[in-house]
């Protein structure tokens, strides 16, 4: 039985249908059940080990703003059970949250809206650089989207994972940040006060709030080309402190002790080794009045 459940030969044929088999070839004569009791048992493992294709350990990425854009839509489920739509167009480089909206109606109408609005604050055609747009295969994202795309020489669509084996995850990674930093922290009842909320968020997530793979620039800064020395100059503000941090700790001294005393011993360890010292003398003193006990319960 082993031997039919391990052999490479036989790797891709079920265990009932194995029984059987084995039944045919004169080799064994038990029920499946029996087969699968044995190998239960036995612990014996088919050898089935399964390949999967590579997945990419980065996902994409692009060297200046307006390379990709990736848009997508997210379900938000109001507190009256009412669901509405939210969409976006974020760019990948800058990380800026390029246009958004908040429907009742997931529409491919919507999204036309959105890279019509992101198209608006381009330079001029001749100028325009080739973005590539990053989506899904929703519905939303074809449709009255394929004319807009047809009549642009410099917008292109891919679709995440059928044309690309990258996924659209920077935007879904957005779509967490909104939801459980901010919008889950609120009673959502309609749709304008989602609005509201998605406004407020929007605005601090690329004007306010530095990101770290920006190197402390925000969104905007980064769009628009400005505060690129900055990460240097944080690096330099860093080692000064951490350079000030250190000679601030050397020049501080005890009032209770000085250099001479000390000879190079820290105050800390000064009050450890007086803690010790206090202990032993304890331990002495007890030792000697024992000692002198002992003497007199001996007489008695």
Request: glycine share 4%; proline share 3%.
């Amino acid at each position: 039985m082993r031997d039919f459940v391990e052999a490479k030969d036989y790797r891709h044929i079920a265990i009932q249908n194995l029984a059987l088999l084995a039944q045919r070839a004169g080799k064994l004569f038990a029920s499946a059940s029996t087969w699968y009791k044995m190998i239960r048992a036995r612990r014996w493992k088919r050898p089935r080990h399964r390949l999967h294709p590579n997945k990419p350990r980065e996902g994409l990425k692009a060297s200046r703003p307006n390379q990709f854009w990736h848009t997508d839509a997210t379900v938000i489920r109001l507190t009256t059970g009412v669901r509405i739509y939210l969409q976006a167009v974020i760019d990948n480089f800058t990380r800026r949250i390029l246009a958004w909206r908040v429907t009742e109606k997931l529409s491919a109408e919507t999204t036309r809206e959105l890279l019509v609005e992101t198209s608006t604050n381009l330079t001029a055609v001749e100028d325009k650089p080739d973005v590539v747009l990053v989506t899904d295969a929703g519905t939303e994202n074809f449709g009255d989207v394929d004319s807009l795309l047809s009549d642009s020489s410099w917008l292109k669509r891919v679709v995440a994972q059928v044309d690309i084996i990258f996924s659209n995850s920077l935007i879904e990674a957005w779509w967490r940040e909104l939801k459980h930093r901010w919008l889950f922290l609120h009673l959502l009842d309609d749709a304008e006060q989602v609005r509201k909320l998605v406004a407020f968020y929007v605005s601090q997530h690329n004007s306010a709030v530095p990101r770290v793979i920006l190197g402390g620039r925000t969104p905007d800064e980064a769009y628009s080309g400005q505060e690129e020395d900055l990460p240097e100059r944080l690096a330099d503000l860093r080692q000064q402190a951490q350079r000030g941090r250190v000679a601030g700790n050397r020049a501080r001294r005890c009032n209770r002790c000085t250099p001479a005393r000390i000879s190079g011993v820290t105050c800390r360890r000064l009050a450890m080794l007086t803690s010790a010292l206090s202990v032993c003398a304890t331990l002495v003193v007890l030792r000697q009045e024992t000692e002198m006990i002992r003497p007199a319960r001996q007489q008695d």
